[in-house]
């Protein structure tokens, strides 16, 4: 945990940019590879956006995190910022759509073209299921979920 003084509040809101003309404030300091702001406070990398709130609004409390209500991830604008738990933050990516589908998803072990192949073979009963969890690699259940779309549900 971290004391916001007022050094710290300068420090931190130096690296805002605060333009009229945007409804957004764009953090201009480092960033992680997800394009949210990084702020090192007291020797931790803590989201910059979170910092802000902080010093506009409070602490965050123990388990929730700080929402974008504008969905970008370099916005600071405390009017934009709002607190949802780790459950709330899922839900709002998947309303926003920036949950990563299909090839996107980098957990994904087949292409779209390859999902397209396997239900064309089992629909036309070109091959049984095992047949096909054996041409790509994989087991029968998996196999199971992509046909009947509790995987890949486009």
């Known amino acids: 945990m971290y004391y916001i003084d007022e050094k710290l509040k300068n420090r931190v809101l130096a690296k805002v940019k605060i333009e009229e003309q945007h ?38 409390p123990p388990g929730f995190c700080v929402l974008h209500k504008c969905d970008n991830p370099r916005c600071c604008n405390p009017a934009h910022l709002f607190l949802g738990t780790h459950k709330d933050n899922v839900k709002d990516k998947v309303i926003k ?9 980098s957990q994904a072990k087949l292409t779209e073209e390859e999902v397209c192949r396997i239900r064309y073979l089992y629909d036309n009963k070109l091959a049984n299921q095992v047949q096909i969890a054996e041409m790509f690699g994989m087991s029968q259940q998996e196999i199971s979920n992509i046909v009947r779309r509790r995987k890949w549900a486009s």
Request: glycine share 18%; with cysteine; aromatic share 18%.
């Open 23 to 60: 409804e957004c404030w764009e953090w201009q300091g480092a960033f992680w590879s997800t394009g949210y702001g990084r702020a090192y406070i007291s020797g931790k990398s803590v989201g910059a956006h979170r910092v802000v709130f902080e010093i506009f609004k409070g602490p965050v």
């Open 97 to 105: 759509g920036r949950q990563a589908k299909g090839e996107k998803n």
